[in-house]
């Protein structure tokens, strides 16, 4: 890997030419389109995994209440005993029912921020076909027009990320990283630092992106409707607005902890009120009391889950991935742009999708 000391040994321009060219080399569709799942992985994920624990804890805490009652109470105290059950059956019932209400409406509310958080990813592929379409690529000068947009594109997302994403941040935690990695040059990092913290103002290399436009409309390397070209970037740059916003604006802490305090207080509650008694069918094991453990307990761990989507752990957005996904489309743009349309002449065979050739 081309260490930033060795860019400023080859010299300022040559160095950044190599470090330009290096970008769109970095990324990668693998990560993002794969399909299968490794075993470990999917356990990870897994209810039990969640919930595993928990659960065994309950279910050792409500048959020591139980065997307590049967073998270490008398006549005269399992009776009180009896009647303390059934008052707590009756209240815990209503209960329930209130708690699936409160429980639901939380969880659907986590549940509709994270797929917004997602969809407000923005995917530079608009941009890049938008600029295929209307760059005329006959002059070095416009070929440079055209990466410069795609590389400021990349740049304000991850600068954006960077601030609220744990992944990103981690891979990119100093200026010398977005040196190294091609998404920045020194001058544009120092004119980036001239204004203030780089994750406030990660829209500026949007901001150079319209001067680009601007430029190469000027110089007639983007001869018309450049206004699509101006009112993509605008459009990136709302998606990645509203992202962080969503950081900004986050469900009240208040809200979630009425939740958690409303479902661990019916559990407490629930391990009196669904103790087997003398007048039931005697059932060792108790079914529905974790089957609404399961449910409910359940349904929280999933909120829990989802509530920070840009984190580093198995359920949070992938967005490394998606990164690299990224830069590997913005090359392929490029490179498909310069090479123009695929000869005419039809090729001897072609390659099927088992990978097999196939004579034409």
């Known amino acids: 890997m081309l260490k930033l000391s060795e860019v400023k040994m080859s010299g300022y321009r040559d160095g950044e030419r190599i470090l330009k060219r290096r970008l769109w080399h970095r990324g990668s ?17 897994s209810l039990l995994a969640y919930i595993g624990l928990e659960l065994i804890v309950y279910l050792v805490v409500y048959f020591i209440i139980n065997i307590i009652y049967r073998a270490g109470l008398d006549e005269e105290g399992q009776e009180k005993f009896v009647s303390v059950v059934t008052y707590f059956k009756a209240e ?39 600029n295929t379409g209307l760059t005329l690529y006959e002059s070095e000068e416009a070929r440079f027009i055209s ?53 406030t103002i990660w829209w500026l290399p949007l901001q150079w992106s319209m001067h680009r436009i601007k ?15 101006l009112r993509a970037v605008l459009r990136f740059r709302g998606e990645l607005e509203t992202l962080e916003s969503h950081q900004h604006v986050p469900i009240p802490p208040v809200y979630r902890q009425v939740v958690h305090l409303a479902v ?16 039931e069918p005697d059932i060792y094991f ?19 889950a989802l509530k920070n989507p840009f984190g580093d752990d198995g359920d949070d957005f992938e967005v490394a991935a998606l990164l690299s996904r990224h830069i590997w489309a913005c090359g392929e743009h490029l490179e498909a742009g310069y090479a123009g349309l695929p ?8 390659v099927t999708l088992t990978g097999e050739k196939e004579d034409l």
């Open 264 to 279: 661990y207080v019916y559990f407490i509650v629930a391990l009196i009120a669904n103790q087997t008694i003398e007048e």
């Open 215 to 229: 430029i190469g409309k000027q110089n007639k390397q983007i001869p018309s409707d450049h206004k699509e070209l």
């Open 92 to 130: 815990a019932s209503p209960l329930a029912r209130d708690l699936t209400f409160l429980l639901g409406f939380y969880v659907s509310l986590v549940v509709k921020r994270w797929w917004e958080q997602y969809r407000h990813l923005p995917w530079p592929d608009t941009l890049a076909l938008l």
């Open 29 to 45: 569709p693998n990560g993002w389109y794969q399909n299968e799942m490794p075993w470990r992985k999917v356990l990870k994920k």
């Open 343 to 350: 000869d005419e002449q039809p090729p001897e065979s072609l």
């Open 286 to 304: 108790p079914i529905f009391l974790v089957l609404k453990f399961i449910f409910f307990i359940g349904w929280l761990k999933v909120a829990e």
């Open 147 to 199: 990466e410069e947009l795609l590389r400021y594109q990349m740049l304000a997302y991850v600068l954006c990320l960077r601030k609220i994403s744990k992944v990103i941040r981690n891979e990119f935690s100093t200026s010398s990283d977005l040196i190294e990695a091609g998404l920045a040059t020194p001058a544009e990092i120092k004119a980036l630092e001239d204004h203030g913290d780089l994750t």
